[in-house]
């Protein structure tokens, strides 16, 4: 029986080691698993940081190359109708190629707007209520416009507000 005993001891101590051998394996390799990720969370944290810096001086040198938004006060005006009298009331920006062009824009302002306002006013209210009016107004002013203060410096025309009674 002691050997009995004794081989019982035995063959128990074995199967504790492995037992206490595994959970030390376990514990290192999920520790591993945690620091991975924790380097691999850091590293996009701070490196995707820089990237989305980069993203943002693209959209700002992309803001930069399209242009600059020279606003003008608002028009009022009488169209041209034969039947009574109707008027127009709008908003438009004009959108200048490059950031320098708006001080030539300022001081060109009068002529601008006398353009603009003889345009406008050579218009029927049927000519302007469609979409394709509207467009054709954006592109008369955009043409005017070039013409005043020279070729390519208006790259597109925006009405903002647009009312007609």
Known sequence: MA??????????????????????????????????????????????????????????????????????????????????????KVSIQIELADSKLMEKAKSRTPQLRDAIITLITNKTSEELITAEGKIMLKDEIKQRANQILGEGTVLNVYLTDFVMQ
């Open 3 to 88: 050997k009995e005993n004794v081989e019982k001891e035995t063959t128990e101590v074995p199967e504790e080691a492995p037992k206490k051998k595994k959970g030390k394996l376990l514990v290192i390799i999920i520790a591993a698993i945690v620091l991975l990720a924790g380097g691999a969370g850091a590293y996009f944290f701070l490196f995707g940081k820089k990237q989305e810096g980069g993203k943002g001086e693209s959209s700002k040198q992309v803001q930069e190359a399209s242009g600059v938004n020279f606003s003008f006060e608002p028009f009022v005006v009488n169209l041209m109708d034969s039947g009574g009298t109707k008027y127009l």
